[in-house]
C-alpha cells in the first residue's frame, strides 16, 4: 500500500475553507482506498504553517498512477494551484 501525504499553505488573500473544498474534488477519483482532506488545527509548538493535509491510500503504484492521471486530478489542481503557496507531497509505502 502506498500513502500519498501532501501538505498545502493557502495565500494569505485566499480562503481556507475554498481551497479545502477544492481539493475535496479528488475524491470523486476511484483509485484511491481511502481519501482524506483535513485543515490543519495547527497546534504544534514548532511550526504551524501547514493549512491543509490531503492523505490517500492506494494499493499499489498503478493506482496511484492513475489517480494523477485522471482528468479530474489537472482540473483540481488548475483551480486549487492559484490559491496556495506552498504544496510538500510524500508517498510513502506502507509496513505492513
Known amino acids: 500500500m502506498i500513502r500519498h501525504i501532501v501538505f498545502f499553505t493557502v ?10 473544498v477544492g481539493l475535496m474534488e479528488l475524491g470523486r477519483i476511484p483509485h ?14 514548532f511550526e504551524n504553517e501547514i493549512d491543509i493535509v490531503v492523505y490517500a491510500e492506494f494499493e499499489n503504484e498503478a493506482a496511484l498512477h492513475a489517480f494523477k492521471a485522471d482528468p479530474i486530478y489537472a482540473e483540481t489542481t488548475a483551480k486549487v494551484r492559484p490559491m496556495r503557496e506552498l504544496r510538500f507531497s510524500a508517498d510513502v509505502v506502507a509496513a505492513n
Open 11 to 20: 495565500k494569505p488573500s485566499m480562503d481556507v475553507e475554498a481551497v479545502r
Open 32 to 45: 484511491s482506498r481511502h481519501f482524506e482532506v483535513t485543515v490543519n488545527r495547527k497546534v504544534d509548538l
